[in-house]
């Protein structure tokens, strides 16, 4: 777990970057593809949100089938052409469109955020290319 400082801009500034944005979008697809098949079945989606814990289920108070049924609205999110699966392009839109919608809830005002799931974690990896940015701007100033 990692503890990073966000804002909008640092999040649609990674989304942006369209090569660094598919690479890190093509690595996170083969971490939730648990059974390697190049799809993601609808319980691959939910072990993969549940385990980047954006939904806070301890202080929603969600009942076992609000919480199926919300994993499942997820799902249906991604699955764009009704398959019963989400393969990459599909995966690699919504997850676009996911990122750009917390960029516009960020705004300008930063938030520190305490992150889990490691390095598959695409606001990690937006983290780290700002304080990548910022690095090479302090060198070169
Ligand atoms: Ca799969």
């Known amino acids: 777990m990692g503890v990073v400082i966000i804002d909008g801009t640092t999040v649609r500034s990674f989304v942006e970057d369209e090569?660094?944005?598919?690479e890190s979008v093509e690595k996170t697809f083969a971490a939730f593809d648990l059974n390697g098949d190049?799809?993601?079945s609808r319980s691959e989606i939910r072990t993969a949100f549940e385990s980047m814990r954006l939904i806070d289920v301890d202080a929603d108070g969600q009942t076992p089938a609000q919480l199926t049924a919300l994993y499942d609205s997820i799902f249906e999110g991604f699955d764009i052409d009704h398959s019963g699966t989400v393969d990459l392009?599909?995966?690699?839109?919504?997850?676009?469109k996911i990122m750009l919608a917390i960029a516009d809830g960020l705004g300008e005002s930063p938030i520190?955020?305490?992150?889990?799931?490691?390095?598959?974690?695409l606001l990690q990896k937006a983290a780290d290319l700002e304080a990548s940015k910022q690095e090479g701007a302090q060198k070169s100033a």
């Open 89 to 96: 392009e599909e995966f690699r839109c919504e997850m676009k």
């Open 38 to 40: 190049g799809t993601l």
């Open 112 to 121: 520190q955020m305490a992150l889990e799931g490691g390095s598959e974690n």
């Open 19 to 22: 090569p660094q944005f598919n």
